[in-house]
């Protein structure tokens, strides 16, 4: 019985080491083939970022309860939102650029409504992994002014890595002047339309710099307002999301990113595929090694029974 109990106690870490090495090869073939050259027209992205975006919403209910997940959800839709309509109106924040009809309709008939539910798709995900590299849980029990703004800081460079790699792949496009005239010309036999364009094109794949910059100051003023009156906010964690493999769900939503971006592409800019594994997979394999390799405290799947309203107080909460 002893060395039957010393197996089992194993199989964790040993399904982790498993896990990270079918990822690293996924990584890597993903980067050996240069990536599939596939019209964004054929990606069902009016299926695919509003289904994400409910699996972070719905875990995000779990772990957090309605108070906090609802707020983090509002303020990440509404505040990507103004960044987006007044960058694109503008063109002061992120560059001057626009979008297609590749994403479908549009608000106020400059950004397409999925847009600030893909903002949010990456940004549970990115505050569930800041909170694991930086305190060792998924939920933040820091107060005080300087650790909300290192953490808000930590959690929008780990949100706008996603976008080093997403961009270049959205917005290639093989025009010479950027002009919505050339767009909607293009042969969407081999490249097809890209979801925005770059009326300036710049140093990174064609994406100008001032992009990113864009990226981390609307990701930093979404953590740093949330994170700011989180804790005045109600914690109702659901009974068993304590357990790891709940835990890891939004890690995986993030590294499941990280994946495409490694295989969705187009030859012309190949090279792209070698930034995600480590400024995306980098954060994402700490905050997974942190959970599976540091918290062996906590059980592997759910395996107590909630408590007659289904709530209990959370273990994150307590460093329990």
Not at 82 to 109: N, R
Not at 133 to 150: D, K, M, Q, T, Y
Not at 239 to 249: E, K, L, N, S
Not at 300 to 308: C, F, N, Q, W, Y
């Amino acid at each position: 019985m002893g060395a039957i109990s010393t197996r089992l106690a194993r199989i964790p870490a040993t399904v982790w080491l498993i896990l990270t090495l079918f990822t690293i090869i996924l990584f890597y073939v993903g980067i050996r083939t240069g990536g599939f050259n596939m019209p964004l027209e054929r990606i069902p992205w009016s299926i695919l970022v509003p289904s994400t975006a409910a699996i972070c919403f719905a875990h995000s209910l779990l772990m957090l309860g309605w108070h906090r997940a609802f707020t983090l959800f509002a303020m990440a839709v509404s505040i990507s939102f103004v960044f987006e309509y007044v960058g694109e109106s503008t063109g002061l924040i992120f560059g001057p650029y626009f979008y297609t009809d590749v994403l479908g309709d549009k608000a106020f008939g400059r950004i397409p409504y999925l847009i600030p539910l893909a903002w949010y798709m990456m940004f549970y995900p990115s505050y569930v992994i800041t909170n694991l590299l930086a305190e060792g849980g998924p939920i933040s029990r820091r107060e005080g002014f300087v650790p909300v703004v290192w953490l808000s800081i930590l959690s929008a460079l780990v949100m706008t890595a996603w976008d080093l790699t997403m961009d270049p792949v959205m917005s290639f496009n093989t025009c010479a002047d950027t002009t919505k005239v050339c767009v909607d010309n293009l042969d969407e036999v081999n490249v097809g339309h890209p979801a925005w364009v770059w009326e300036k094109p710049g140093p990174h794949f064609g994406v100008p710099l001032e992009n990113f910059r864009g990226w981390l100051i609307a990701s930093f003023t979404v953590f740093f307002t949330y994170r700011l009156v989180e804790r005045r906010l109600p914690l109702r964690t659901f009974a068993g999301m304590d357990a790891r493999i709940m835990v890891v769900i939004p890690v995986g939503v993030y590294s499941a990113m990280a994946l495409v971006d490694t295989w969705l592409g187009y030859p012309e800019i190949e090279d792209v595929h070698l930034i995600s594994p480590f400024v995306m997979g980098i954060p994402a394999f700490f905050a997974a090694f942190h959970l599976f390799a540091n918290r062996t405290d906590l059980p592997l799947l759910p395996g107590k029974a909630p408590p007659d309203d289904g709530w209990h107080e959370s273990s994150w909460e307590t460093g329990a």
